[in-house]
């Protein structure tokens, strides 16, 4: 059974820009999430997305913004892009919604923006 | 509000010796704990997770981690360590408080633990 895929491995963006991540679960899982991870802030849950809604959602500000497909696969966008929005975006998947279940992650986009 | 740390941001052991990485939580609920393991370039694996009964939680690679509500810790552990389990590890809590569907999943810093050979 293939792993979490992301697409693309690595981004460079400058300032100001929008930039879109692309996730695509396990086959069978509905449940995906995205993670901030940075060195000095560790790692941050973004939002959790279950049957294309928005379950629950972190602390971060409106320019971070996601969305479910019908087929499980998510996008995260962010816009209006900041040095500090550099950082390796983390999505993992679940077979139920909730993050009591075991997460599967995937390797990773690696953003930087300029 | 609840939160998660991992005192040590690194940890030294010999290889052959037991380890021990650490966790401390806070929560309002009651604690929903997981450890991850984060390998040089290879995304998040999980280890283990306590959501209730044993205090003691048996995971992956031989690793395991024991619950001390009194404590508010959920320290990982293995008896003995081997150079390939260097790595990135993350303690992770989530409050249960039930219906408060505003909870969410709170990751420590990590802890980078170096196996000396």
Redesign the interface.
Same mark, same amino acid.
């Not at chain 1, 075991?102 to 990773?108: K, L, S, T, V």
């Given at each position: 059974k293939a %792993?979490?895929t992301q697409t693309p491995r690595y981004l460079i963006k400058t300032r100001g820009q929008q930039v879109t991540l692309s996730c695509s679960p396990i086959s069978g899982h509905r449940s995906v999430?995205w993670?901030q991870q940075t060195p000095g802030q @560790?790692? #941050? *849950?973004l939002f959790e997305y279950f049957s294309e809604t928005q379950?629950?959602k %972190?602390n971060f500000p409106g320019r971070f913004s996601g969305r479910q497909f019908s087929n499980s696969r998510s996008e995260m966008n962010v816009s209006t892009l900041e040095l500090g929005d550099s950082a390796l975006y983390?999505c993992?998947s679940s077979q139920s919604e909730g993050?009591?279940n075991? #997460? *599967? *992650? @995937?390797? @990773?986009t690696r953003l930087t923006v300029l | 509000a609840q939160s998660v740390a991992q005192p040590e941001d690194q940890v030294n052991v010999a290889e052959g010796n037991p380890l021990t990485v650490k966790c401390t939580y806070s929560v309002s609920g009651n604690p929903y704990l997981f450890w991850y393991v984060q390998y040089p370039n290879r995304g998040l694996q999980f280890l283990l997770k306590y959501i209730t009964g044993d205090n003691l939680v048996k995971g992956s690679y031989g690793f395991e981690a024991e619950f001390n509500k009194s404590q508010t810790s959920f320290h990982l552990k293995k008896p003995s360590a081997l150079v390939s389990d260097s790595a990135l590890y993350f303690c992770a809590v989530r409050d249960f408080s039930g219906f408060n569907r505003d909870d969410k999943i709170i990751f420590g810093k990590g802890t980078r633990l170096h196996i000396l050979p």
């Open positions: %792993g979490v999430s993670y @560790g790692l #941050q *849950f379950r629950n %972190g983390l993992a993050v009591l075991e #997460q *599967f *992650f @995937g390797p @990773g | -």
